[in-house]
């Protein structure tokens, strides 16, 4: 009961754009600095170095909430674009990773597809990769539709399939051979789009990542779930399903023993390293998701 009161007050929170505009200019706090890399791309390329000496490769994520005018989509669009040339020159082993709302989703679709375009036209000139994370339901169909364009010219570019959401399989037949990153999904969906057990949700995530690596696609499995992490490891031993086939992904901060022992053992681990300072959202829907992640939060206060 607590811990759905809680939820609820953090989603709010993370779509407060008032509160978002306070914690810009407050820098990291309550903790945020030990799930976010710092507010600059010096501050995220020195922290992927640190992870890539450690065996683990990432996808960088510059945050950034509520874009709402070109401007702020273009400069959007050219800070992507500035991260992919530092991560070349630095020689650090990561991929970007975008929201389309940052790149001018919600002012007009056409111009969103020509500013990923250019993301992705850079990613393509420094051989490097994009993922275009998936945001909440009302934009899902607009990001297929945008990846599908994008996919006509670039091979370099994927997205996020979410399994709480019913229409998740029929996207995945669909995108049949196209990497994907499969998640259990982050925001608060209506009973009409996506299943509110989490028993559910557990059950289909592992059905969508078994049918991607059962039809031959690269597939992501960003999950913390060690359930989730043991059931796919059997299940690509019993069908000997190579390693270069898939990997792993977390989040900065979250369960670091866990990332490093699967690099130990072998397997490809992806830290999906954010930075920034439109950090407010992104913090509110990871304390959401597991209220024992406020612990977090209690250490900051006491910290510097
Ligand atoms: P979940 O939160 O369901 O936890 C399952 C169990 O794992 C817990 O009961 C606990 O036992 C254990 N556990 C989980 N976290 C733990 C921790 N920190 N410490 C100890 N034990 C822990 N979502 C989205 O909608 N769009 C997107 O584009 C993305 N992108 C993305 C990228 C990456 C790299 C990750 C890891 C996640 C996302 N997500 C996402 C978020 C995703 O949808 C989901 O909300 C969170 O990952 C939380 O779900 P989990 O699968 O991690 O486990």
Redesign the pocket.
């Known amino acids: 009961m607590l811990s759905k009161v809680s939820r609820n007050v953090f989603m709010f929170a993370s779509k407060n754009k008032a509160m978002n505009k306070v914690a810009k200019k407050w820098g990291l706090k309550l903790g945020a600095s030990q799930v976010v890399a710092g507010s600059t791309i010096e501050a995220a390329i020195a922290t992927v170095l640190e992870l890539n000496k450690k065996g683990l490769v990432c996808t960088l994520d510059h945050l950034g909430e509520f874009v709402s005018s070109r401007e702020e989509a273009l400069e959007a669009t050219e800070y992507n674009m500035r991260t992919l040339e530092a991560i070349a020159e630095s020689g650090v082993d990561s991929n970007l990773s975008v929201k389309l709302t940052q790149l001018g989703l919600d002012i007009d679709d056409t111009f969103c597809l020509g500013n990923v375009l250019r993301v992705v036209e850079a990613a393509k000139r420094t051989n490097n990769f994009v993922r275009i ?2 945001e909440d339901y009302s934009h899902c169909q607009k990001t297929l539709e945008i990846l599908r364009e994008l996919s006509k010219f670039y091979d370099n570019v994927g997205t ?1 399939i ?1 399994a709480y959401l019913f229409r998740s399989q029929q996207d995945m037949i669909d995108l049949r051979g196209k990497p994907l ?1 499969l ?5 608060k969906e209506l009973p009409e789009v996506a299943f509110q057990d989490k028993k559910e949700v557990d059950e289909n995530y592992f059905n969508l990542i078994k049918l991607h690596l059962l039809n031959g696609s690269y597939t992501a499995i ?5 359930e989730i992490i043991s059931k796919v490891i059997a299940f690509v031993k019993e069908h000997e399903i190579s390693s270069n086939q898939f990997e792993f ?3 900065y901060g ?2 670091t023993d866990m990332q490093l022992q699967l690099v130990q053992e072998g397997y490809k681990m992806r830290v ?1 390293v954010p930075f920034g300072d439109d950090w407010f959202g992104y913090y509110m829907r990871r304390l959401a ?2 209220p024992q992640n406020v612990a977090f939060a209690f250490r900051g206060l006491f910290s510097k």
């Open positions: 994370d998936m996020v979410q990153r998640v259990k999904g982050a925001y960003a999950t913390h779930d060690h992904q977390m989040l979250f369960r999906y998701e597991r």
